[in-house]
């Protein structure tokens, strides 16, 4: 099992920046992929961004290319998802989850999933 926590949300003006964090706690963090997605009320969820279990590629949604970056530290085991040039289209639960899959910007590669957390871009 991995356990997973997001922090970091909150409200912020378009055109201004939030980190989210997601602290892991179980199973070695460093071996799985890890991915934010995020889900807008009576939208499905979407991908956002991936980084792979090394550290060394990403991948980002076309909508947050440029704007958003993913990254990690497996000392302590939290990754992380830096977000500038907010814009109201952003708002949305942000979650991270964990992956021992192939194709990470596939919701059923993840096998865990944490709580979310809210964002919300005023306009």
């Known amino acids: 099992q991995v356990q997973l926590v997001e922090s970091g949300g909150g409200l912020v003006q378009a055109g201004g920046s939030l980190r989210l964090s997601c602290a892991a706690a179980g199973r070695t963090f460093s071996r799985y992929n890890m991915g934010w997605f995020r889900q807008a009320p009576g939208k499905e969820r979407e991908f956002v961004a991936a980084i792979a279990r090394s550290g060394g590629t990403t991948y980002d949604a076309d909508s947050v290319k440029g704007r958003f970056t993913i990254s990690r530290d497996d000392a302590k085991s939290t990754v992380y998802l830096q977000m500038n040039s907010l814009k109201p289209e952003d708002t949305a639960v942000y979650y991270c989850?964990?992956?021992?899959?192939?194709?990470?910007?596939?919701?059923?590669?993840?096998?865990?999933w944490g709580p979310g957390t809210q964002v919300t871009v005023s306009s």
């Open positions: 989850a964990a992956s021992s899959g192939f194709i990470l910007n596939i919701k059923r590669e993840y096998d865990y």
